[in-house]
């Protein structure tokens, strides 16, 4: 074989390499995508909490005196209007008895003060006595009267005092700790026992006003305790920010009444609640000229949207995005690149492999402190 035959020969290989590298270069890559909407995640965050409860009362003796009986245990559930315990009561039992009988006595000296009053009118009639004496009469039923509201205001004291022997609950709860013993000299505002209102339990959290904003437009919101959830609902959002923290108190009521008797006040937990708005996996994202986002399809032609609020390693809010048309609603209607995504740059052509498009199962993401997790 001559230079010249090996030299064409050279050439031809040449421009058949270099044919090939064209198209190759020319084909479109092929990706495999999914509809945004299988792909989203419902998002939930967490924050520190604790089940708090201001009604967990002294509960204490109005009166002085030795204790007679106390009718409850450590652990009692009792209910309003319930006798706790009783004081030795003779002492005032006597008091009632005595001021009864002084309204009967003044009772009395009222009636005979009217009797009088009568029959000084009728003598005045007659012209056998006067005024002066009938004015002097008229001021005695006056005193003795005005007495008499005295002493049955006396006795309503000491009936009082008699049902006050008898320290009853003033709200249903339970008795979580005994102050006394049976036998014991009480004074006046001695306690007997402590009482907890547990219908009054709620939970009280502090947020970020990130957290407080996504927690007001959550669709749903629990206190989390030993794998259990207890529905909550926003009773009040205390209007105070801690300096030092830059935290807001917010305090939630619980939806279901059995759940107050199971979230045991003083319990601490989490307040968790799901986002509004949905998330993409990290696994999606990628990183086009600084900014991380995800690849769409459009057209057969690869899409980056940015997602200016998504972190490295972390799920993305769609909400996110700078881009008008993206949103929950319209991610139906959106094709991910769930394969292929890496090697992509904006406005490369791409083939959807034929059996790409399936629907998925949407997961969910808990995340921490107002943060998306992964």
Not at 114 to 134: D, F, N, P, V
Request: aromatic share 4%; proline share 3%; with cysteine.
């Amino acid at each position: 074989m001559s230079m010249r035959q090996k030299m064409i020969i050279i050439c031809c290989v040449t421009l058949l390499g270099t044919q090939a590298g064209i198209q190759s270069a020319l084909a479109d890559t092929l990706v495999r995508v999914k509809p945004l909407a299988d792909v989203l995640q419902k998002t939930f965050y967490s924050a520190p909490a604790d089940v708090v409860n201001e009604q967990h009362i002294l509960l204490s003796t109005e009166l002085s005196g030795v204790l007679a009986s106390l009718h409850v245990q450590v652990g009692d559930f009792v209910r309003k209007g319930q006798e706790v315990a009783s004081l030795q009561c003779q002492d005032y039992a006597l008091s009632e008895e005595q001021a009864k009988q002084s309204v009967n006595a003044m009772a009395s000296q009222v009636t005979l003060a009217q009797q009088q009053l009568k029959r000084i009118r009728t003598l005045q009639k007659s012209g056998s006595a006067s005024t002066e004496l009938l004015n002097q009469r008229q001021t005695e039923l006056s005193a003795l009267t005005a007495q008499l509201k005295g002493q049955k205001i006396q006795v309503q004291q000491a009936q009082h005092n008699t049902r006050r022997c008898m320290i009853k609950a003033p709200f249903d709860g339970v008795i979580t700790q005994l102050m006394t013993a049976q036998g014991v000299y009480l004074s006046v505002g001695t306690p007997l026992v402590k009482l907890l209102n547990i219908s009054q339990a709620e939970v009280s959290a502090r947020l970020l006003s990130t957290q407080l904003e996504s927690m007001q437009a959550a669709g749903r919101i629990y206190f989390a305790l030993n794998k259990n959830k207890y529905p909550l609902s926003v009773r009040a959002v205390v209007p105070l920010i801690d300096q030092a923290a830059s935290t807001q108190e917010v305090r939630l009521n619980f939806i279901n009444s059995s759940a107050l008797n199971a979230a045991l006040s003083g319990a601490s937990g989490e307040v968790v609640w799901q986002s509004s708005v949905p998330s993409i996996p990290p696994e999606y994202l990628v990183r086009r000229d600084g900014s991380l986002g995800m690849m769409l399809v459009e057209n057969s032609v690869a899409k980056f949207i940015a997602l200016p609020s998504a972190k490295e390693g972390q799920a993305a809010l769609l909400q996110a995005s700078a881009e008008p048309g993206l949103s929950p609603a319209s991610a139906n209607n959106m094709l991910l690149i769930v394969q292929g995504q890496h090697v992509l740059e904006a406005g490369d052509k791409v083939e959807i492999e034929a059996t790409a498009i399936n629907n998925g199962s949407r997961s969910e993401v808990k995340a921490d402190a107002g943060t998306p997790a992964q």
